[in-house]
């Protein structure tokens, strides 16, 4: 999948040089949680947190206390999302007894206001615990008939204590529902990377190959752990993928190694303006950009594989037809910018000048 670059012609069809004009496909965000977003609200202050602990009861305290919708705020994210060429996201959204399913029903109302122009698949994601937050596994059950998609989890070993237990939960919803799995592991280590391994076997065990995504993988990013061939070469056997975000000081993999054990990588924005970060854009470009900062990016090899993953590779995972039938200038869906090229986009990181969906430009 590659992008075309052309002369831009002026008002009066005056083609020239100094305006270029670099047609792309559009991007693919992998892992976006718009429910917990604050776009198009007032500013929200956030409290310090040293653990992740201290992330998710800010978070659930910063939800609960929300004035706008679920609905609002997740469409207000989205709509930002798709001006900005994003085409397709997988959504992770909070599943609890605290908050029931409103945030599936929020972030699926939203997403069909805006389906013409962005697929969006939605994890059920168990943010506060499966197990451990007594009746989260049912919601997630009955989310999976009202709005979900894919089937979430979360830090099986630590957060929710008892990993057996939670990936034998999460691949019977699979199982019973036929449904792909993406669980957020946060833990590093040693610790991180046995669940790796674990997760891998079930997948294999489960017939699940090219199924399963492990969302930021800390453990997965630090070359420094004896642990991590092994865990990369078990995740390329299942055809796992690892959804990284390149979020605020997050570790995030080096790319020639994870490519080199034949794991496959997309990317996505995390959150964006919840409590757990002020930061964020919706903006594909953007993290783009942020992937290849964070990850050294030199070459222009290097700054177009991070253009490749946040476009034909999302695309890949997500099953985005749009993206994924992007051949150039004439393509049906596609996004155009003011840019030389693909390694320039990345490090300018410029608006679009247009989107186009179905041959039609996008207006919001
Ligand atoms: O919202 C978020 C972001 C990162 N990690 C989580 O568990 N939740």
Request: net charge negative.
């Amino acid at each position: 999948m590659m992008a075309a670059h052309l002369a831009l012609e002026d008002h009066y069809g005056n083609s020239s040089d100094t305006q270029p004009l670099l047609v792309t496909p559009g991007f693919v965000d992998a892992h976006i949680h718009p429910d917990k977003t604050t776009w198009g609200s007032p500013w929200l202050s956030r409290r310090a947190a040293a653990t992740l602990e201290d992330l998710i009861s800010n978070d659930l305290r910063a939800q609960l206390a929300y004035q706008d919708s679920v609905e609002e705020r997740a469409f207000a994210l989205m709509r930002q999302a798709v001006l900005s060429g994003t085409m397709a996201m997988r959504a992770h959204v909070d599943v609890a007894t605290q908050i029931g399913l409103r945030n599936i029903h929020g972030v699926r109302a939203a997403a069909e206001r805006l389906a013409p122009y962005l697929d969006v698949q939605i994890v059920a994601f168990p943010q506060f615990g499966l197990l451990s937050n007594q009746g989260t596994l049912d919601l997630v059950e009955a989310s999976l008939s009202e709005g979900a998609d894919l089937v979430g989890g979360i830090d099986p070993a630590s957060l929710d204590g008892d990993l057996h237990g939670h990936l034998d939960a999460v691949f019977a919803l699979a199982n019973k529902y036929g449904r792909d799995v993406d669980i957020h592991l946060h833990d590093s280590g040693p610790e991180g990377l046995a669940q790796v391994q674990l997760i891998a076997e079930r997948t294999v065990a489960e017939g699940m190959q090219g199924r399963v995504t492990v969302g930021h993988g800390f453990a997965l990013c630090d070359p420094s752990q004896p642990g991590l061939g092994a865990a990369l070469d078990a995740m390329a056997t299942a055809g796992m993928w690892l959804a990284t975000c390149a979020l605020g000081a997050d570790p995030v993999p080096v790319l020639d190694l994870v490519e080199k054990h034949g794991v496959r990588v997309a990317l996505g924005s995390d959150g964006v303006r919840d409590a757990w970060s002020p930061f964020g854009s919706g903006s594909m470009v953007d993290r783009t950009h942020l992937l290849g900062y964070r990850t050294g990016a030199l070459t222009d090899a290097e700054l177009e594989r991070c253009f490749r993953i946040a476009t034909a590779d999302g695309a890949e995972l997500l099953g985005s037809a749009a993206v994924a039938a992007f051949f150039g200038p004439g393509s049906a869906d596609r996004v155009e910018f003011a840019a030389h090229s693909i390694p320039e986009l990345v490090v300018d990181r410029p608006s679009p000048m247009r989107v186009v969906r179905a041959g039609k430009t996008v207006s919001l």
